[in-house]
């Protein structure tokens, strides 16, 4: 048997998970993804991701690679370990990718939704999926601020102080905010991103949308490239990783 | 301080509790309204309701009823309770009704919503709300039975064998079948419901949309007055109480 390299398409409703990755006694997407490969693997199954999710953030499209060496035909396989997943996670699609397939290194962009609930009664069907947060926003400001967002540029101020990779310039290609009835989206689209740098984007649009703030704020706070320039943190249940594209 | 009858309407996210009712130990929606309430309100409080809904059932419009002798104004008591709930619970109005207000005889009727997805691709995201069946059904069918089961008839063969109440005859007004893309919903409204009455027709109509059974055959179920008569059991999470009128 050839142990192939395949490329997973992974669902999960996050609200009650620790994150995607593995930590010890903590019940994570990783180690259920893990746990339901090995199931039917014999050697030691390693799954890896492309984005490692916070805990209560969801995904409609990570992207797990992992080594499988089953006679499984490949159009199978998202269906044999679906069957074996907990009912809030899935895999969508397994392809076969080449040796050496960079997981991360080739992401051409991502694209992360934010949902906040502005209506008044507290939405309790969607709760663990959205921000609730009964009041006005300006979402016209809040569209302009996002807009200034924008480009390649240095997002330190957006990123929290845990992230410690190398760089903090990072491109956004688009961060639109829609409205839809009492509900909000703000889609941010990137090539990759820092640390907690959606949420913190989100909360310091809803500094702007609630008036706290100027949108033209934005451009202090991108050049200050401290944290504390920006707004506070948006909850992580209003998260979800739509798609990563290669 | 007079003491006030008052009629709420409460919404909850029951995929992890227990149902409605009060049992000790368990995490019930009763119970939780209770808490939030006895939290400003000094003699004991009880709350009763109007549907004594299963563990995993949802509701948008459940109705209790609560004995309040507090100087907090009607139109506030609703946000009051609200922010002493858990997440998944809320409190939508607050009424004041008469003594003497007959919560389960005075009502008019009840619908409940039952939810199905029938897409390929488990919905992570709403999985716990509905069934996930991934076939084809015949909603044409599905209709078609459903239409023969309105009218006021003899309910026994829909409800479990736990049902002790002295007549299984009720009314149904309307059980229709819809589809909206990969979600099939049936609407069940009637004056009053056996229990697991709408989870056993759900079941039963399956059966009929499946093709492993013909429209017709509601008739004879009927009749039978036989829960083995009838289909087996849907799962409770596609339930939802939509409301109660008076």
Not at 7 to 17: A, C, H, I, M, P
């Amino acid at each position: 048997m050839a142990i192939r390299n395949i490329k997973l398409t992974v669902l999960y409703d996050g609200s009650e998970y620790h994150g995607w990755q593995i930590q010890p006694g903590l019940r994570t997407i990783q180690a259920a993804l893990t746990e339901a490969i090995q199931e039917f693997i014999d050697v030691e199954v390693r799954v890896f991701g492309a984005s490692r999710t916070d805990a209560g953030v969801s995904a409609l499209g990570q992207v797990a690679l992992v080594q499988i060496d089953s006679a499984i035909p490949v159009e199978n396989l998202a269906k044999v370990i679906t069957h074996r997943l907990p009912p809030e996670i899935a895999v969508a699609e397994a392809v076969e990718v080449p040796e050496g397939f960079d997981l991360i290194g080739a992401v051409k962009s991502k694209l992360y939704r934010y949902t906040i609930f502005i209506g008044q009664l507290r939405p309790v069907m969607q709760i663990k999926h959205c921000w609730h947060l009964p009041q006005k926003l300006d979402i016209a400001a809040m569209a302009q601020a996002g807009a200034m967002l924008v480009g390649k540029k240095d997002f330190k101020s957006f990123a929290s102080a845990a992230d410690k990779r190398q760089t903090s310039v990072r491109t956004i290609f688009r961060c639109d905010v829609s409205r839809d009835d009492d509900w909000v989206y703000i889609d941010v689209e990137g090539d990759s991103f820092l640390y907690n740098m959606v949420r913190n984007i989100v909360g310091t649009l809803v500094e702007v949308g609630s008036g706290r703030q100027k949108p033209e704020k934005i451009s202090e706070i991108l050049e200050a490239k401290d944290r504390t320039a920006a707004g506070p943190i948006a909850p992580a249940a209003g998260l979800c990783l739509m798609w990563i594209k290669y």
